[in-house]
């Protein structure tokens, strides 16, 4: 069975600062996403990571895949507080069973 | 990016009632969607997997005779929850797999919001 497990659970931390959010999952994976989620709203794409040793930024953030540790990373740099959110990794195991599991979701709280 | 539109957007019923939520794909075809379920502060818990044509796919401990799971066309998936009761009250939320030049993407519903009185 595919386990996602995802650290922190929850965030707090001060505007500025950097900080990582790891995603550890327990089987080989086709592709890896990471989400965010804004209270009462539904998920939005963040990263689709293809391929081992795959890394792709998008202003503050920056995502990575080691698949042969079974590891991505999400990493802000210099955080701001609309960057306050859920965080979610997702592994996908489409090719196998069709499905596509999450993590528990990081809290981010951003401190002005 | 791909659309897909889901609705109702948040539904309040009473206990007993069935309740039908849609999920359109709007500008591409889904041969397979996904419901998931959200627990408050909690994560997607993927409760079937819907494939146009064919009965959907359910996750263990989901029951397929409370939630029922229609996908009639390449654009339309549809939720219903039958018999609803407060315990059943949840964030609903509906994806679609778009392949694309960039592989696979995964696109959300906006989410169904159904409070069970």
């Known amino acids: 069975e595919l386990k996602v497990e995802q650290n922190p659970l929850f965030l707090s931390m001060q505007e500025g600062k950097n900080y990582t959010i790891y995603c550890n999952y327990s089987t080989t994976s086709d592709r890896l996403y990471w989400y965010r989620q804004d209270p009462g709203k539904s998920l939005e794409s963040l990263f689709v990571l293809l391929s081992n040793g795959a890394v792709k930024q998008e202003g503050r953030l920056m995502a990575s895949l080691d698949t042969k540790a079974r590891l991505s990373t999400l990493h802000i740099t210099a955080a701001v507080h609309d960057l306050s959110a859920t965080y979610f990794c997702a592994v996908d195991i489409m090719n196998r069973d069709d499905k596509i599991i999450f993590g528990k979701g990081t809290r981010l709280h951003i401190l002005p | ?117």
């Open chain 2, 1 to 117: 990016g791909a659309v897909v539109s889901q609705h109702p957007s948040w539904v309040i019923c009473k206990s007993g009632t069935s309740v039908k939520i849609e999920c359109r794909s709007l500008d591409f075809q889904a041969t397979t969607m996904f419901w998931y379920r959200q627990f408050p502060k909690q994560s997607l818990m993927l409760m079937a997997t819907s494939n146009e044509g064919s009965k959907a796919t359910y996750e263990q401990g989901v029951e397929k005779d409370k939630f029922l799971i229609n996908h009639a066309s390449l654009t339309l998936s549809t939720l219903t929850v039958t018999s609803a009761h407060p315990e059943d009250s949840s964030f609903y939320i509906c994806s679609a797999r778009v392949t694309g030049m960039q592989g696979e993407k995964l696109f959300f519903g906006s989410g169904t919001q159904l409070s069970v009185l």
